[in-house]
């Protein structure tokens, strides 16, 4: 009888141990989740495509089930997760020439970096701000070796290059071009010409760049000017670019490259208490208004929209406070034009996000940033070229925004707008960490592609070039 019954009792008692142990377990995440959405500011980034996405889509399930007010708890979730989770770089020690140099920061003769703690090196103001994300990457680098606390970053530097998930080159090359392309007289190539050349010599000969044929190499050229001679030698690395707009896609693509956001030259509207009937000015937009290439729709539009009496359509340049003037402008308009230029984007975006003016995209070749993550519908009106030109489209289009879905976008724009505020030191959730994400979100398909190389070439015959060491395809993408 009792060996009948042996089985019998084990077989319930295993069932009763896993029955227990599941309900312990639910109950453990429930009481998780619901401490996670008691604290903590909302996070709108999209989890779903963050690394650990099977993870979080777990628990995001969870909290929807507990509430429709779950976003206190995706905040913490992905604190979590990218506090955990951080990309290892490897920062070349390139001569202060190729960077802090160019700020005319001159160094002891001997440290290859300013001691960060003590002397910051100024950046230059005016439209050179808007393309300063290379100064602030490099800063946020140094930093992240004497920082007290690593929480929130993103990025560590590490010093051994076997280490790390990219390698970064410290390469000024948006100051470069602004203060050093233009040709002194008698000179056959200007000082920006002669530190590219010098920076393809030095980037091809290191030991990272021949391991990796340039994979896992980022590389700054936000300037869409910039960089121009040496991104045909180095194309096989991770350009930080402002868009496409001066790039053959064999060069740079949406598949290998990073778009960053621009920094915003006007003030940023702190403690915003206007409301829709507070900003007089239905749609705004002052600039350079005859411009080449993809810029010639700002015309057209200008042409359309120049009588009507509340829109201001207007030339205007950063010089004689006209910074100041766009400040007020865009403070006090509901909606704010970023009407193609010269390339896709323009600093005009991120100007209208900080004065939380609803921006209208008019630009069909657009790239925006982090947009792997982050819904831009919610917060901006895109339209495109072929409708913009339209009699009465666009001022038509604007005008049946009420009140209610004008407030609700003014709204969402006061909750993103940190991710696109460069700052040092940088802070959880801004555009340098924003970058650094966008950057590790593409080390894993960097990696396959760089594993992929490998395949046929460990193994050779006596005699056979190292098919590791010779020169990518010019359509790699």
């Known amino acids: 009888m009792g ?8 077989l319930l008692s295993q069932k009763s141990m896993f029955c227990l142990f599941t309900f312990v377990s639910i109950l453990f995440i429930f009481s998780w989740l619901f ?24 628990f995001d399930n969870g909290a929807r089930n507990l509430s429709d007010d779950n976003v206190a708890s995706k905040t913490l979730l992905v604190k979590c997760v990218t506090s955990k989770v951080k990309l290892k770089v490897f920062m070349y020690g390139l001569p202060p020439e190729f960077h802090f140099g160019l700020l005319g920061w001159k160094g002891d003769g001997v440290s290859v970096w300013p001691d960060i703690r003590t002397n910051i090196p100024h950046y ?30 993103s990025a560590i530097r590490v010093r051994n290059s076997s280490e790390a998930d990219v390698i970064f080159v410290p390469f000024f090359s948006c100051i470069s071009y602004n203060r050093y392309s233009r040709l002194k007289p008698h000179e056959k190539g200007s000082y920006n010409q002669l530190l590219q050349e010098k920076l ?22 936000h300037h869409p000017n910039s960089l121009l001679d040496a991104r045909t030698k180095l194309w096989p690395g991770m350009f930080i670019l402002s868009d496409f707009g001066r790039y053959p896609p064999n060069i740079a693509n949406v598949k290998k490259d ?11 509207y702190v403690n915003d208490t206007s409301d829709f009937d507070s900003r007089p000015t239905l749609l705004y937009f002052q600039g350079a208004i005859y411009r080449k290439d993809g810029g010639f729709i700002r015309q057209e539009i200008f042409y359309l929209l120049k009588e009507e009496k509340d829109v201001h359509f207007s030339f205007g340049t950063v010089q004689k406070d006209g910074i100041g003037t766009a400040t007020n402008g865009m403070h006090s308009s509901k909606f704010c034009l970023n009407i193609a230029g010269d390339t896709p984007s323009s600093n005009r975006l991120f100007d209208a996000i900080a004065s939380h003016c609803v921006p209208v995209i008019i630009s069909d070749e657009i790239e925006l940033p982090y947009e792997d993550v982050l819904d831009y519908s919610e917060f901006c009106i895109f339209v495109r070229n072929s409708d913009a030109i339209k009699e009465k489209f666009l001022i038509n289009l604007i005008r049946n925004i009420g009140r209610d879905e004008w407030t609700r976008m003014w709204t969402r724009l006061q909750e993103i707008e940190h991710l696109f505020e460069y700052q040092y030191p940088s802070k959880e959730g801004d555009a340098v960490q924003m970058i650094w994400q966008a950057v590790a979100r593409k080390v894993p398909a960097m990696r396959m592609k760089l594993h992929k190389s490998k395949r046929f070439s460990r193994f050779q015959l006596p005699g056979e070039k190292n098919l590791a060491s010779i020169s990518l395809p010019r359509n790699f993408q």
């Open 258 to 268: 990073i778009i960053a956001p621009y920094k915003h030259v006007i003030k940023s």
């Open 124 to 153: 230059p103001g005016g439209l050179n701000l808007q393309h300063s994300i290379e100064y602030y990457l490099t800063l946020d680098l140094l930093y992240s070796e004497f920082a007290s606390n690593l929480d929130g970053r």
């Open 200 to 221: 393809v010599k030095y980037v091809t000969a290191q030991e990272e760049w021949k391991r990796s044929g340039g994979r896992d190499h980022v590389i700054l050229a």
């Open 35 to 58: 401490v996670l959405r008691s604290t903590g500011r909302p996070n709108f980034i999209d989890t779903s495509l963050l690394p650990n996405s099977k993870l979080l889509a777990v």
């Open 3 to 10: 060996d009948k019954n042996g089985p019998h009792i084990g």
